[in-house]
T-cell receptor, first 113, second 114 residues
């Protein structure tokens, strides 16, 4: 089955700086890669996703890049703000949709004021 | 409804007790998923329904775990003879169309087995 590795497990950045979280996946058949943000005690919420026919996608301060050849994808957050502090999960799916997602173990992002 | 609703939010069970966790998906959503999230870990897939059909239950950890969605809307995850290793947050998610749209998560049920 699919295996998703995510790093770093913890990332601390100064407010205003950029943060980058990286994930690798094992199954070349995976074609859907969402990123979820989860605040303590709350539900995971989708912040951005990318499909395998696209190399990069951007939404305001958040961007995701995908390298199918190397089987890795990354989340980039620019101009970080205190409210960006949370745990971020990457995930991969083989069906082109949201069913049967395989998640990474998460990155705890800490924004230092 | 406005979002995916799960109940109860918290459940404490004595080891060996049976529990039932409920998920109300967003109205009209065809796909429903259950995930298990251990403390400090990412969600792990348990099972998937398309309407009332359980299409994938490969993630269920043992035969003590059982899920159903008899009318294609509300789903129940049942755990029989709970054990301490079952302690986790159980997340339910739904999506409008299989393989095409975003999955929305509920807030989860935190199960603690003592």
């Amino acid at each position: 089955g699919e295996n998703v590795e995510q790093h770093p497990s913890t990332l601390s950045v100064q407010e205003g700086d950029s943060a980058v979280i990286k994930c690798t996946y094992s199954d070349s058949a995976s074609n859907y890669f969402p990123w979820y943000k989860q605040e303590l005690g709350k539900r995971p919420q989708l912040i951005i996703d990318i499909r395998s026919n696209v190399g990069e996608k951007k939404d305001q301060r958040i961007a995701v890049t995908l390298n199918k050849t190397a089987k890795h994808f990354s989340l980039h957050i620019t101009e970080t703000q205190p409210e960006d502090s949370a745990v971020y999960f990457c995930a991969a799916s083989m069906t082109g949709g949201a069913d049967g997602l395989t998640f990474g173990k998460g990155t705890h992002l800490i924004i230092q004021p | 409804g406005a979002g995916v609703s799960q109940s109860p939010r918290y459940k404490v069970a004595k080891r060996g007790q049976d529990v039932a966790l409920r998920c109300d998906p967003i109205s009209g959503h065809v796909s429903l998923f259950w995930y298990q999230q251990a403390l400090g870990q990412g969600p792990e897939f348990l099972t998937y329904f398309q309407n009332e059909a359980q299409l994938d239950k490969s993630g269920l950890p043992s035969d003590r775990f059982f899920a159903e969605r008899p009318e294609g809307s509300v789903s129940t995850l049942k755990i029989q003879r709970t054990q301490q290793e079952d302690s986790a947050v159980y997340l339910c998610a739904s999506s409008l169309l299989q393989g095409r749209t975003e999955a929305f998560f509920g807030q989860g049920t935190r199960l603690t087995v003592v």
